[in-house]
């Protein structure tokens, strides 16, 4: 399986007041698996970014002149995400401001929904964690992911950072270390364990009628709670 985890920065929060993409940033994972084929850019928005966006991101008017505008990568872009499942943290915002950049460029593109699937980790941790702060700081606290280098906000290193998030809250790999991303795996010998001959016998336990019933019950408590378990 085939994932983008996607992160962008804007000169502001409106898309209807004409506010524009300023940087894509994308970590793509298959199988679970960060490859290192990212896609990371900066777009020169052709307008003035609000005080309030250069606070959040850093990303001044003047870092941006010489960058390329999106009409220029455009089809890149499609093409590195086009069929994958969009990963992305409160995702009608980015969405919104994609399919914004898109629909100026009056060309064929279909929506994003259309040409991807995506899956809204803001509405994932609200029901895995509801009542609580989720916000991808929040998120990173409770998962125990470091977020220390995220003194601003950036597309790429928030995608980075919400790829780790992703996988503790999907509870599968977490770690996105060199090996990850290379694909490589640690292939450990397995070790055999030996009793030693001269041990004394292991001590056996057989459970009275009391214990019996008592872990019945609560197997059946359990059962309530996670409906046709495995292990039951």
Same mark, same amino acid.
């Given at each position: 399986?085939?994932?983008?985890?996607?992160?962008?920065?804007?000169? !502001?929060?409106?898309?209807? &007041? !004409?506010?524009?993409?300023? +940087?894509?940033? @994308?970590? +793509? %994972?298959?199988?679970?698996?960060?490859?290192?084929?990212?896609?990371?850019? /900066?777009?020169?928005?052709?307008?003035?970014?609000?005080? =309030?966006?250069?606070?959040?991101?850093?990303?001044?008017? #003047?870092? $941006?002149?010489?960058?390329?505008?999106?009409?220029?990568?455009?089809?890149?872009?499609?093409? /590195?995400?086009?069929?994958?499942? %969009?990963?992305?943290?409160?995702?009608?915002?980015?969405? !919104?401001? $994609?399919?914004?950049?898109?629909?100026?460029?009056?060309?064929?593109?279909?929506?994003?929904? #259309?040409? @991807?699937?995506? &899956?809204?980790?803001?509405? %994932? *941790?609200?029901?895995?964690?509801?009542?609580?702060?989720?916000?991808?700081?929040?998120? @990173?606290?409770? /998962? #125990?992911?470091?977020?220390?280098?995220?003194?601003?906000?950036?597309?790429? &290193?928030?995608?980075?950072?919400?790829?780790?998030? /992703?996988?503790?809250?999907? =509870?599968?790999?977490?770690?996105?270390? &060199?090996?990850?991303?290379?694909?490589?795996?640690?292939? $450990?010998?397995?070790? +055999?364990?030996?009793?030693?001959?001269?041990? *004394?016998? %292991?001590?056996?336990?057989?459970?009275?009628?009391?214990?019996?019933?008592?872990?019945?019950?609560?197997?059946?408590?359990?059962?309530?709670?996670?409906?046709?378990?495995?292990?039951?």
């Amino acid at each position: 399986m085939r994932q983008i985890v996607l992160d962008t920065e804007t000169t !502001g929060l409106e898309v209807s &007041l !004409g506010h524009r993409v300023i +940087e894509i940033g @994308c970590i +793509e %994972l298959v199988d679970r698996r960060v490859t290192g084929n990212h896609w990371h850019h /900066y777009f020169n928005p052709e307008r003035e970014i609000d005080a =309030g966006a250069y606070e959040v991101h850093g990303i001044s008017n #003047d870092f $941006l002149q010489d960058k390329p505008r999106f009409v220029e990568l455009a089809d890149e872009f499609y093409d /590195y995400v086009k069929g994958a499942e %969009l990963v992305i943290h409160n995702a009608a915002f980015d969405v !919104g401001f $994609l399919n914004h950049e898109m629909k100026l460029l009056q060309a064929s593109y279909e929506p994003l929904g #259309d040409s @991807c699937s995506i &899956l809204d980790t803001l509405l %994932l *941790a609200r029901q895995k964690h509801p009542g609580q702060k989720n916000n991808l700081d929040a998120l @990173c606290k409770r /998962y #125990d992911i470091d977020n220390s280098q995220r003194s601003l906000h950036g597309a790429l &290193l928030d995608a980075r950072i919400l790829a780790d998030v /992703y996988l503790a809250m999907t =509870g599968g790999q977490t770690s996105l270390g &060199l090996d990850a991303e290379q694909g490589t795996e640690t292939n $450990l010998e397995p070790i +055999e364990f030996k009793r030693s001959e001269n041990a *004394a016998p %292991l001590p056996l336990w057989q459970p009275d009628e009391a214990s019996l019933k008592a872990n019945s019950e609560y197997i059946d408590f359990l059962a309530s709670k996670h409906p046709d378990p495995a292990w039951k």
